[in-house]
């Protein structure tokens, strides 16, 4: 999902925020962190939707607000895919991720996948 209007990024740090039309590409928390990016995320979103299991902690870029001031977990779509390919063929892995992942609307919470590809 490419994101075309501006998103009000924290970084997942809850350091600072900044306002861009697309962020530049960030490093994400590694899993030793992963406990530490919740919580901190949690902070900002009452009651925030992860994916499962927290191996996918590693491709969070921050929070993204949507249109209403819903402020929702933001994940690097690529890093995710990365993810999935530790398990199956690249090809699988993307196939998975579209039709489970992106095809998959939880409610208001769910989680939004910025393509990072582009922000260069």
């Known amino acids: 999902m490419l994101v075309s209007s501006a998103v009000t990024w924290l ?3 809850g350091e600072s925020t900044r306002e861009r039309l697309l962020p530049s590409a960030q490093q994400a928390p590694d899993l030793e962190n992963a406990l ?3 919580e901190k995320i949690s902070e900002w979103i009452d009651v925030p939707l992860f994916l499962e299991p927290a191996d996918f902690d590693e491709a969070i870029i921050g929070v993204a607000e949507r249109a209403g001031g819903m402020c929702v977990v933001a ?13 199956m063929e690249r090809e699988e892995a993307e196939e998975f991720f579209e039709f489970n992942t992106i095809g998959a609307w939880v409610g ?12 260069e």
């Open 36 to 38: 530490n990016t919740r």
């Open 11 to 13: 970084a997942a740090t």
């Open 108 to 119: 208001d919470t769910t989680p939004v996948f910025i393509d990072m590809r582009y922000a």
């Open 75 to 87: 994940y690097d779509r690529t890093r995710v895919i990365d993810i999935l390919s530790r398990g």
